[in-house]
């Protein structure tokens, strides 16, 4: 298969640009298995598609205050953005300057924090944070939350909360999972009332995210590294909901990856490390039997993703509906409920 095959128009207005005011305001599009019709709803309506004995599974990586900004020693300007902790004071990070910093040559962050350049890891620079001070604390004062590269301004005070699901618990994200950004307190309560289970896995969703892909033919696509944990309690948990003929629901794309990552022999065993893994078109996904959603990229590996759960052409006809009806797409956009080709 070719990038080209997951081409689709979007009118740049319907890229969202900022979160709505209450995040369970969201619509939802209803995927069912061709020929079944869409169905236009909001996720306030998403216990009605659920019943008692089934499990969300959501991601509780939490975001880091990734995007610094800082100077070389020869006083040009720089901007960093984290792909990944690495160790205790060292990440690895893209950095955008007008001439690429040498190794073992220094950066000052504009809040003072001094980071040397260790070398280059293919288009990532390895960076190590010159302080004895945790690095939590030195990125909560001095870095900004990295807001998508397609939203259209800088990031202010509101997105610290609102890029950040209300569940997210493990630091080391650099881009949030947005389809938990529509779930709030009152709607996680109405599915607890109705008896849904809730489980979690970590996925540190990457900057790799956002690249696009340079190949056109899939097969010659190398996925970026994330690392990942699916730990016992929950493949515990998915043997008993499937055992009890409960259904398991992924909040997200980074669920499906953590979870095909840690299948061995068709069976959910706890995993904990990195994932390349690549899903698209004639890969089986087997881990889930639906999916909540946001809507992706052209061309994206994640659009490839819920491609090969719903079908390809299934879920270009879901876009074009969703542009038709003007639903709001990307981070901070609307979802969709999708459920897999017959």
């Not at 209803?30 to 236009?40: E, I, L, N, R, Y």
């Not at 690895?92 to 280059?120: H, Y």
């Not at 491609?307 to 956009?333: C, D, N, P, Q, T």
Request: glycine fraction near 8%; include cysteine.
């Amino acid at each position: 298969m070719k990038k080209s095959d997951f081409h689709f128009d979007l009118p740049p207005e319907l890229i969202a640009q900022a979160p709505l005011p209450v995040r369970s305001d969201s619509r939802l599009l209803v995927v069912p298995p061709s020929p079944a019709a869409f169905a236009d709803h909001g996720m306030r309506e998403l216990p009605a598609f659920l019943r008692a004995g089934d499990l969300l599974v959501f991601n509780d990586t939490r975001v880091i205050p990734a995007r610094l900004f800082g100077v070389k020693e020869t006083g040009g300007r720089v901007e960093i953005l984290l792909e990944r902790i690495t160790g205790a004071h060292e990440v690895r990070a893209q950095i955008g300057a007008s001439k690429s910093p040498k190794p073992q040559s220094r950066i000052t962050l504009d809040e003072g924090t001094k980071l040397t350049v260790l070398g280059r890891d293919g288009e990532f620079y390895r960076l190590r944070f010159d302080t004895d001070e945790p690095m939590d604390k030195v990125l909560l004062r001095a870095g900004r939350m990295p807001l998508p590269p397609y939203i259209a301004r800088e990031a202010d005070i509101s997105d610290d909360e609102r890029y950040q699901t209300v569940f997210a618990k493990n630091q080391g994200a650099v881009a949030a999972p947005t389809a938990g950004l529509h779930f709030d307190e009152p709607l996680l309560d109405r599915l607890r009332a109705q008896g849904v289970e809730f489980g979690h896995v970590t996925l540190h969703v990457g900057a790799g995210t956002f690249q696009p892909m340079r190949a056109e033919s899939l097969d010659e696509h190398v996925m970026h590294r994330e690392w990942l944990n699916v730990g016992a309690e929950l493949c515990a948990q998915v043997a008993r909901v499937r055992a009890a003929g409960g259904r398991v629901i992924a909040v997200g794309t980074t669920v499906v990856r953590a979870l095909e990552s840690a299948l061995q022999g068709g069976e959910l065993k706890p995993f904990a490390g990195d994932t390349q893994i690549f899903i698209f078109p004639g890969y089986r996904i087997r881990s889930i039997d639906a999916m909540v959603t946001n809507f992706h990229l052209p061309e994206s590996t994640l659009l490839m993703l819920v491609s090969a759960f719903a079908g390809r052409e299934r879920i270009l006809e879901a876009y074009a509906h969703a542009v038709r009806e003007k639903y709001r797409f990307f981070s901070y956009g609307d979802a969709m409920l999708l459920y897999p080709s017959a």
